[in-house]
Structure formats: structure tokens, C-alpha cells
């Protein structure tokens, strides 16, 4: 009886093929609905959890108003509970792309990390130098890889100043950690949004100070756990209390370095108004010289007029005193000549010899006064062509005292400058220090901050939108559950109304209750187990797929990792189970309690 009653009950699914497949299907949907739905937040969190994990994202931030230093992250790893810590400089600039004209854009500037929140590279190469860099992949394109990023001007200069160089060559396309989805952050830059991320090497920095610490815990548990949320609330008092010995290093360090410049800046202001009087006493002796030289110069120029003025009354009195001797002398030795045309014409008479004697005496006396006079002359004439050469000589030497006067006023102006320049800098100077004064005075305490990873926005969005989805399978699958009732109790109920006869056929032939209700419950939760197992099956594989795509816009760092729940998916069959054959059992219990004639 057992064998026709199970090829009754097959026969009952080959007649009414499409009946039963409605009940698989529906069950097949209810289950695939509930059980997708609620693994999809199990599966983004083991995604989440497994990328996170791989790029080792930091547990804790820790950010001081003054900077860390290389002892500081000593420090921070010293602390119990710490794996390692590692420092790193951050910094929101202003950048124009290669090729583009879109102008300047807002990226936040990161260093590239060997250990915590370490990237995953899309395509291309890690920077390796100084001016290379790995750039975001969501901004950038394959086509980028190659171009040059340029850190403009508009830049703050305390920004600029910790950079080593303005421009980096793209290498790669990366992921971060630091940014899950799509947001990068706002800035007090540009239109005050963050356009894209920008990592580079250690060495493209120039700066002495790190300006977080990210830290790694050695106790570990999933993300957004109670476990997770148990281990970092236990470490933020420890690492709060260490940051802000390593604040208070970094305070004292920098107020000794501070003190040190300033007093070295006072030396040096010091040094400078010394040299200063020393020159300003320079230029006091130089300025007297000046004026002696140009006294010296007046009165040695007096002397030469007055000498130039004397030459040239002797040259006058020369001249006059030639042209006296060449008059005297004419007229001398015309007489000469008059006496001796006597002498010739008495030759050879008694007065010849007399006259003879008295002209050689005549002419002796006219040659010798004349020689002496002409002697005279040549001297006055050599006395002053020596004056004149000792006048032009004069005349060369005062240019030349002229020329140097003239160097030494140019000399005097520049040292009169350079006293004035030495004036303004160190005028600026002590207003310079002033200020230092005054900001070393205004250095405070600095604030530190210790951030879990809850300060990420990435990571939040990521925790919330996860639940987001958990929500929604609270609520939206029991409908199905609901509907897929509610067509197996109209299903079976129309079956049994239809099969009053053969139901009564079967207890006139001796099959008792069970055995007649074991037929419809076959029936039913033969389509609900395979509905069940294959709605599971493809429920935990195609929601979270698909839900997971539609995320894809705001969350592309990793493929999904899917979860099979196996106790989530036998409690589903379970109550799927439970709906089918109550309701089939609601169906028929009516039908059974009657006797075969009714």
C-alpha cells in the first residue's frame, strides 16, 4: 500500500507539474529573498574585513597640533597592546594636470606607507623616486600614467615648504584603504572638496616632522564587531595618555629650538649694530678725508692758478725780454758796422790803428754783454718750460686727486647706502624678532587627537550602508515568506476540494489519515525542500552579487566574497517547511475528518 500511495503521490506531481513548480517557485523566491538579503551585510563585512585586513587599515590616527616626530612613533610603539606604529605627512594642495585645462584641483597629499594602510595597485608601477607619484584610480585614467601633476603657487608657502619638489610623474593608478567610497573629503582649498588622492615617496617630502602617526593593534577582530569596538576603546586611554607625552617632548623641543634661533638671532642682531657703528664711524672718518681731500684739491688748484698766472707773466717778460735783446743788439751792431766802415775807410792812415782798437774794443764789449744777456735769457726761457711741466704735471695730479674725489664720493654714497640698507634690516630685524617673540610666547600645549577608525568617512559610510541593507532583510523577506504561505494554503486547498472523490475513494479502500494526508504533505514539502535548498543556494550568490554592483558606484576596492550561511539556510528551509505543511495541513484537515459517503 506504502508503493501505490508514493506512485499516487508522484503520479499527483507529473499531472500537476506546473501546480507544484508554482509551490517550488514561490518558496524558491521567499527563501532566495530572505536568505540574500540577509547574508549581504555578512558578506560586505567579510569583504570589507578581508580587504581592510590585507592592506593592514590602520586601528588608530593619532594627530598632534605641533607635529610628531621619529621619537614619538618610538614612543607610540612602546605602548602595550601596539604592534607597530608608523608615521606619515599629509597635506591638502592645489594641483593642475598635464595636458588638461580643467584648471586647478584640490588633492590631498599623502605619503606612500610600507606597513599600515599600505595601497593596492590598479595598474602601472609604485613610485619609487623623489618626483614620482600613484595617483587615485577613481580620478584618473590608464591614460594619465606618464603625465606630470604640478603643485601650483596658490599654494600656502608653509605647504610648499614641505614638499622637495613642484612636480611628480604619474606611475600608477591605486586604491587606498583611507578612502572605501567614492568621497574624498572637503578642504578649506579651492571649492572646498577634495577632487582626488595623491600618494608619493618619503624622499618627495622635505620636512622634519610627521603630521599623524597611524597605529596598528595586536589584538584583532572583525570589522564593526562588539569584539573590534571592545579592543579599540581599551587602547584609546593608553595611547591618548602616550600622544600626549610625545606632545609634551615635542612642545619642550620646540621651544628649545625656538630659543636657540632666537638667541642666536639676537647675537646676530647684536653683531649687526656693532658692525654697524663701526661702519657709520668708517663713514664719519671717510666723509672728514673726503672733505680734506677736496680742500687739499681747492687750494693745490688756487696754487697751480697762481703758478700758470706767474708763468705767464715770465713768458711775457721772456718774449718782451727777446724782443728787447733783438732791438739792443740790432741797434749795437748796426754802430758796430758804422765804426767799422770808418776803419776801413781811414785803413792806412795815422787814426786806422786807433780806430782799429777802439772798434775790436767796441765789438768785444757788444759780443761779451750780448752772450750774457742772450745766457740770461736761455735761463728765464728753461725756468719756464720746467714751470709749465711742473704746471701740466700740476694739472694731471689734480684730475687725477679730481677722479679719486669723484671714486670717493661714489664710495661715500654707497657706504652712506649700504648704512642706510644696514639701518632698515636691522630695524626689521628687531621687528622680526619682536614677532618671534610673540609667537614663541603664543606656542601653547598642543591639542592631540587620538581618531579610531569611526573618523573615517569611508569606513562609516561603508559600516552604515552595510546595515542599511541588514535592515531591510529584517523586514522585506518575511513578505515573501507571507505570499509563499498563502499560495501553498490556496494551492493545496483547491487540490483537496478537487480531490474530494479520490480522497474519499482512498479511505473506502482502507488508507487511514496519515497515510492520505502523507500524500499531500509530499506533495507540498517535496516543493518546498528543493524550492528551499535552491532558493538558499542562489539567494546567497545573486543579492549580494547584485546589490553589491548596485554599490559599485560608491565602493569599488575589492570583488565580493560570498558567505554561505548554512544554519541561516536550514532555519529558512525550516520555516519555509513549517508554512508548507501547516498549510497543508490546514488545507486538508477538513476534508479528512469526514467519512467516505460525505
Sequence with gaps: MKDMMTKSSLREIKGSFSRWLAILAIVMLGVSFFCGLKVCKDAFTLTGDTYLDEHNFFDYELISTLGLD???????????????????????????????????????????????????????????????????????????????????????????????????????????????????????????????????????????????????????????????????????????????????????????????????????????????????????????????????????????????????????????????????????YAQLDALKAQVDAAEGTPAYEQLLTQYNQAKAQADS?????????????????????????????????????????????????????????????????????????AIDNPDTFVLGRDANIGYVCFESDSSIVDGIAKVFPVFFFLVAALVVITTMTRMVDEQRTQIGVLKALGYDRNAILGKYVFYSASATLIGGFTGFISGSYIFPWVIWYAYGMMYNFSDIIFVIDWKLGLLSILAALLCAVGSTLFSCYRELSEVPSQ
Excluded at 686727486?401 to 648704512?419: N, P, V
Design 369 to 441: 754783454r750780448f752772450e750774457a744777456a742772450w745766457d740770461e735769457l736761455e735761463k728765464g726761457r728753461i725756468e719756464i718750460e720746467n714751470g709749465e711741466k711742473e704746471l701740466a704735471e700740476g694739472r694731471r695730479e689734480i684730475e687725477k686727486a679730481k677722479s679719486d674725489l669723484d671714486e670717493g664720493r661714489q664710495k661715500l654714497a654707497e657706504g652712506r647706502q649700504e648704512i642706510a640698507d644696514g639701518k632698515k634690516k636691522i630695524s626689521d630685524a628687531e621687528e622680526e624678532l619682536d614677532d618671534a617673540r610673540d609667537e614663541i610666547h
Design 70 to 332: 621619529e621619537e614619538s612613533v618610538g614612543i607610540i610603539s612602546a605602548v602595550d597592546g601596539v604592534r607597530y606604529s608608523e608615521g606619515s605627512l599629509s597635506a591638502d594642495v592645489l594641483f593642475e594636470e598635464e595636458g588638461t585645462a580643467n584648471g586647478e584641483k584640490v588633492a590631498k597629499l599623502h605619503t606612500i606607507s610600507e606597513q599600515i594602510s599600505t595601497l593596492s595597485l590598479v595598474e602601472g608601477r609604485m613610485a619609487e623616486a623623489a618626483n614620482e607619484c600613484v595617483v587615485d584610480a577613481l580620478h584618473f585614467s590608464s591614460e594619465d600614467i606618464g603625465k606630470t601633476i604640478h603643485i601650483t603657487d596658490g599654494n600656502d608657502e608653509d605647504t610648499l615648504d614641505m614638499l622637495a619638489g613642484r612636480s611628480y610623474t604619474i606611475t600608477g593608478l591605486a586604491n587606498s584603504p583611507l578612502y572605501l567610497n567614492f568621497e574624498r573629503g572637503s578642504t578649506s582649498l579651492g571649492d572646498g572638496k577634495v577632487a582626488a588622492f595623491i600618494y608619493i615617496t618619503p624622499q618627495g617630502w622635505d620636512c622634519d616632522y610627521y603630521t599623524e602617526i597611524y597605529v596598528d593593534l595586536q589584538d584583532t577582530a572583525p570589522v564593526f564587531s562588539d569584539e573590534y569596538e571592545k579592543i579599540a576603546d581599551s587602547m584609546e586611554t593608553p595611547l591618548s595618555d602616550a600622544l600626549k607625552s610625545c606632545g609634551a617632548v615635542r612642545y619642550d623641543e620646540i621651544m628649545a629650538e625656538a630659543n636657540e634661533k632666537l638667541a642666536d638671532a639676537e647675537k646676530k642682531l647684536k653683531d649687526a649694530k656693532a658692525e654697524l657703528a663701526d661702519g657709520e664711524k668708517e663713514l664719519s672718518e671717510n666723509e672728514k678725508k673726503l672733505a680734506d681731500a677736496e680742500k687739499e684739491i681747492s687750494d693745490n688748484e688756487k696754487k697751480l692758478n697762481d703758478s700758470e698766472s706767474e708763468l705767464k707773466n715770465a713768458r711775457d717778460e721772456y718774449n718782451a725780454g727777446v724782443e728787447t735783446y733783438n732791438s739792443e743788439k740790432a741797434y749795437a
